[in-house]
């Protein structure tokens, strides 16, 4: 049996650890409301310049742009979305799971890694898989910024035909409990479900609607304007998703930890009580032994 | 007649993080496409404008409003006018001393001509914090 004294010991270690995951799992709760707030603001701006594109796509024949070529694919670009931080749960391994099955059965020469944030750069070390580029410390607080030169990156990546297709990992956010890795291609740009039903509808001599638009200077410049505004939009918002669900994960794994630190207290407490206990009715017998031997 | 074209559009004006501007009643709306300036008001024909880096101009009640915005598009659909920018900053929220920092930083690297100043970086750093300014200007 442990020592009172050595119980007392761990007792006091852990109320230590309790006390640091309950100050991050309140830090995470407070950051995860912001960054909720950004990634649901996003979403109309997102929405807004997907509008534009498709209505400008459909205004336009005959348009080429780099961005648009897709050809045969010999190599392939991911963009890996994860934290800088661990001590969130399964979030960043459930990043690295996707991004292992991706290319586990790929040459290494058949693909490139543009990674951000730490986690995923030490764990693509350790399995000695080297990245070819590697970005940080904007994992849980992404500007816009950030994503204006990644989105540069990628898309002199793709014309320079580097690569000839860019996915992007990440982990979209439902609520702090329900994330999901998800991987949607960047890279040419994709005709999203809209843009093809108009594209139908334009080739079957249909109007979808009556859309006469006046374009300023005109549908070409425009379109070529709007095409890596799409891109560095589509990476933002892959990267607010990410945060939030970085904060949500940490602050779900941070209440489990607090909640387990609990529960190991009062565990502990029992048996700090039984072994005091044991102690005194041992004390006690000896006094009693001790003056029975006497009698 | 007259009335069609002063009664008001709505107006909102978004950037990545959220709608940085929205106002109704709204009785024109003036700024600036890569090849020069144009208004629109209501009863516009669609159009999506790209815009450049210039102050977009929000006529309401009869006073004038400037909106400093860095690059972007221009949608004006049903008497709604859409602007979406990467960059779109209110002229109360721009630091002035900041904005004439930049502007003789950026005008010293434009006059300074030797080989390593990335000319068309300084320029574009010029034009915004000319845009800062002139914005700032209106208040």
Do not use: W
Request: charged fraction near 25%; charge should be negative.
């Amino acid at each position: 049996m442990e020592s009172t004294r050595d119980i007392k010991g761990r007792i006091k270690s852990v109320t230590n650890i309790q006390q640091i995951t309950k100050a991050m799992k309140m830090v995470a709760a407070a950051r995860l409301r912001k960054a909720e707030e950004k990634a649901a603001g996003a979403r109309p701006y997102a929405d807004k310049v997907g509008e534009l594109l498709r209505r400008a796509s459909a205004n336009v024949t005959g348009f080429d742009s780099p961005l648009l070529r897709a050809g045969e694919v010999k190599k392939v670009g991911y963009l890996v979305i994860s934290a800088d931080k661990g001590l969130a749960g399964a979030y960043n391994s459930n990043v690295m799971k996707k991004i292992v099955a991706e290319i586990s059965d790929k040459d290494r020469d058949s693909y490139k890694l543009y990674l951000c944030g730490k986690q995923s750069h030490n764990y693509l070390k350790f399995r000695g898989i080297q990245e070819d580029s590697y970005h940080f410390g904007f994992s849980d607080k992404p500007q816009a910024q950030d994503a204006l030169e990644l989105a540069k990156e990628m898309i002199d990546e793709f014309i320079s035909g580097e690569v000839d297709e860019v996915y992007v990992i990440y982990t979209k956010f439902f609520t702090a409990l329900r994330q999901q890795v998800t991987m949607t291609r960047l890279l040419p740009i994709v005709a999203d479900a809209g843009d093809t039903a108009s594209q139908d509808a334009a080739d079957n001599g249909v109007q979808a609607e009556p859309e006469e638009f006046i374009f300023l200077p005109d549908a070409n410049t425009v379109l070529t304007r709007l095409l890596p505004e799409y891109v560095q939009v589509q990476i933002y918002s892959s990267m607010l998703q990410s945060a939030a669900s970085e904060l949500g994960s940490r602050m779900a794994a941070m209440t489990a930890a607090t909640d387990n630190a609990t529960e190991r207290i009062a565990d502990l407490n029992l048996t700090y009580n039984k072994a005091r206990q044991a102690q005194i009715t041992n004390e006690i017998s000896e006094i009693v032994g001790g003056a029975n031997a006497l009698e | 007649m007259a009335d069609t074209l002063t009664s008001p559009m709505h107006v909102e004006i978004m950037s990545p993080d959220g709608a940085v501007y929205t106002a109704d009643g709204v009785e024109m709306v003036v700024a600036r496409a890569i090849d020069g300036e144009f208004a629109v008001m209501k009863g516009h024909l669609p159009l999506v404008a790209a815009l450049t880096i210039a102050p977009v101009r929000v006529k309401k009640d009869g006073k004038e409003k400037q909106i400093a915005v860095f690059n972007g598009f221009l949608e004006i659909n049903d008497d709604r006018v859409n602007i979406v920018s990467p960059q779109v900053e209110m002229a109360e929220d721009i630091d002035v001393a900041r904005a004439q920092a930049a502007k003789k930083r950026a005008e010293e690297r434009l006059a300074s001509k030797s080989a390593d100043i990335d000319t068309d970086r300084a320029q574009l750093a010029l034009n915004r914090a000319l845009l800062r300014l002139r914005v700032t200007k209106s208040l």
